[in-house]
């Protein structure tokens, strides 16, 4: 138990997804131009990553590895979840068509956040138990909303003051805002540790 | 997207603009994660660049000479499994003639399967002309994608570490500059290269990149 609370601050704070390890970066830079964007985003990729940890660990864990076809995992995880996504896609159209039109353009984007394929694939390499997946994938992910919160929030204030160099605005704002909150993330090291 | 400019030029062009205009780092804004995650050290970005050139490279060939049987509607996952198969190959070459640099890269690797460069590629070039032509643009996305990790890891080794490709350069006082190869390193100098490009190219183009 204290080992899953141990993960799961980890993958919020000290080793965030998006601060430490640099993930799901293509979307970070094109949707924190404002909160309600990078809300959306954000609690679709929760839901996806999550369920994308759930459906892959059993598949690798239970087919992969008793038939020594390993190798191949990189394919069926992202076949997997490209499948999930398409699925829960039609599944929220037929029964929630209002929470399709709130967040349903996020979907099909989030088969490129490399965050959804990382989080299936560093579960591989650190050999996590189902359990311990699970709050790995959701710590994750609130870890990337937690980050793109901050940095979205930010530059729409920046917005107001305006005297952002011109060369530098969109992209490469971005990235400075990013970077320094990176060095604030800094600060938490030490605080848990996992492995 | 990219398509009616290249209608009608030669390999040249493409090739020039690649590497150019549409830079797929700076121009587009593609691939950004693996550009800030590997280029800690030169030899991690020149293993990744290769990796990206190689898969690009066996993709564009694939792609372009499989299109008119390529169905409209399955094309994404056929990109994927094309490209999530090369990645493969990759990862097993790396794994048997350089472990350590196969630990270093860790998941990254898995994760050129996600690198929206080469799934742009195909969908905006590949699926739509011919082998030759298709080879040329993989080439000239490679290199523009290589040469930019490249050149970020070198700036980042020397201050991160002081050395360059494992040999130090700097003095024996040299303070050195940690930070520059962990993340926030990597946001600052990506930030400051897409202002450099940005200003070099803003006479070309004035409106706002998307």
Known sequence: MTHAITIFIAAILTHNIALTYLLGMCPFVSLSRSTKTAFGMSVAVIFVVTLTAAINWPIYHLILVPTGSKLIYYIVFIIVIAATVQLVEMIMERFFPHLQSAFGIFLPLITVNCTVLAVSVLMVLRTYSYGMTLVFAFGSAVGWMLAIMIVAAINEKLKLVGNVPKGLQGAGIIMIIAGIIALAFLGFGGMVDVK | ?210
């Open chain 2, 1 to 210: 997207m990219f398509l009616k400019k290249y209608l009608g030029a030669d390999g040249y062009k493409i090739l020039k603009l690649g590497i150019t205009r549409d830079h797929p780092i700076f121009a587009v804004g593609l691939g950004i994660c693996s550009a800030l995650a590997v280029s800690n050290t030169v030899a991690n970005a020149i293993a990744m660049g290769a990796g990206v050139t190689f898969v690009l490279v066996a993709t564009a060939v694939i792609i372009s000479s499989l299109r008119s049987m390529i169905p409209q509607r399955a094309r994404i996952i056929t990109y994927m499994i094309t490209i999530a198969s090369f990645v493969i190959i990759v990862q097993m070459f790396l794994d048997a003639f350089s472990p350590t640099i196969s630990e270093a890269l860790g998941p990254y690797v898995a994760l050129i399967i996600t690198n929206c460069i080469i799934m742009g590629r195909a969908e905006a070039f590949y699926v739509t002309n011919g082998v030759r032509l298709s080879v040329i643009d993989a080439v000239s996305n490679g290199i523009a994608y290589t040469y930019t990790l490249v050149a970020i890891a070198v700036v980042r080794e020397i201050l991160g570490f002081g050395t360059l490709l494992g040999f130090q350069v700097t003095p024996d006082g040299w303070p050195k500059w940690v930070v520059m190869s962990m993340a926030p390193g990597a946001f600052f100098l990506l930030g400051v290269a897409i202002w450099i490009s940005k200003t070099i190219t803003e006479g070309g183009s004035e409106e706002e990149e998307e």
